[in-house]
């Protein structure tokens, strides 16, 4: 269920066909069928990329009780945009926290920016080829990791922190075209459980769809996959499947996705494209940030460094926040 809505959709009226009285769209009403659109089995990017948008659907009005149709708010298709994600969560005696993070854009632009970090990494490891290790971030900050870690064993504090500096200013250089959006949820200490995840992972979701399918580009989503990876192709978690066709039954969806086909995300193999590094990165600097603030200490990696991004976070007071920012708000949740 899709629980934070926008505000310009929470607030969407339809007027009855019959009675004329206008009122508020009853966006949690479930229907049987997905409200995704139908593609055909001929389904050809190139020569057949025609596919069907609900238009409209029969709802009951509140004032005559008579049915009467509601004209849906769909979108032609401009593109397609691809975004990457990951997730961290740290626990402490202070309370708790989930983060997703997701990185991406437009092909091309995407394109640029994996060439940018592949030949960063490559400075880094020149005898090494760029795509034989991954960025982990858990692997590079702790000490104890780095020293069983068959590359960062040989880094020292110095190339470290180079390295995480050079990461900061490559993503805040491309923060005006390359996106990047983190949620967080906090609770209390051993208050996450797997609602609170499927909650951020489908709160973060909707922002994505609603934010990109609004000016006609629909998000192809790939996420880090938790499980090992078994080499048999993609895998989508069980939860995150159910969540996510869950919501496609909701009326809401049909105002969050505009009518585009956005596919299931899908959660591949761990690292397997550049961004998802990044991803990790990002959701290891947000999820330090809120750590270091329980703790009341300074973090070591500091949000305001990843440039712009587009936070959302949710209060253990249940009020759930969205805004495009420089630096974590942390305010917002913690008081300083
Ligand atoms: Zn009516």
Not at 14 to 19: G, I
Not at 27 to 32: A, G, H, P, Q, V
Not at 58 to 84: F, H, M, N, W
Request: hydrophobic share 35%.
């Amino acid at each position: 269920m899709i629980k934070f809505v926008p505000s310009d959709v929470a607030g969407a009226t339809t007027t009855c066909d019959r009675c004329g009285s206008k009122f508020k769209v009853p966006l949690r009403k479930k229907f049987s069928h997905s409200l995704a659109p139908v593609i055909p089995k001929d389904f050809d990017a190139k020569t057949n990329n025609k596919f069907w948008q609900l238009q409209t659907v029969q709802i009951d009005c509140p004032e005559c009780r008579e049915k009467t149709s509601l004209t849906l708010s769909t979108v032609r298709e401009a593109g397609k945009v691809l975004l990457y994600g990951d997730d961290a969560h740290r626990s402490n005696t202070h309370g708790a926290v989930f983060c997703f993070s997701l990185v991406g854009g437009s092909y091309p632009l995407v394109a640029r920016f994996q060439r940018d970090f592949t030949t960063m990494k490559a400075k880094y490891e020149p005898a090494l080829d760029p795509s034989d290790w991954k960025l982990h971030m858990k692997d590079l900050h702790s000490g104890h990791n780095r020293r069983t870690h068959p590359v960062f064993a040989s880094w020292g504090r110095p190339k470290v922190e180079q390295f995480v500096n050079d990461l900061f200013s490559l993503i805040a250089a491309h923060s005006n075209d390359v996106f990047t959006f983190s949620v967080s949820f906090s609770a209390a200490p051993g208050g996450l459980n797997c609602d609170a995840k499927r909650d951020c992972y489908i709160a973060l979701l909707a922002d994505v769809i609603y934010g990109f399918s609004k000016t006609g580009y629909t998000p192809i989503l790939q996420f880090d996959s938790e499980k090992r990876f078994s080499g048999l192709g993609p895998i989508v978690h069980g939860w995150a499947r159910d969540a996510f066709r869950g919501t496609q039954r909701e009326l809401v969806y049909s105002y969050i996705s505009h009518g585009l086909p956005v596919p299931e995300p899908l959660f591949v193999q761990p690292a397997s494209h550049p961004c998802l590094e990044v991803a990790d990165f990002v959701s290891f600097v947000v999820a330090r940030g809120h750590h270091c603030q329980m703790m009341g200490k300074q973090s070591e990696y500091p949000t305001e460094r990843l440039g712009r991004v587009f936070y959302s976070w949710l209060r253990r007071d249940g009020n759930y926040g969205r805004e495009r920012l420089v630096g974590f708000p942390w305010h917002e949740i913690y008081k300083l």
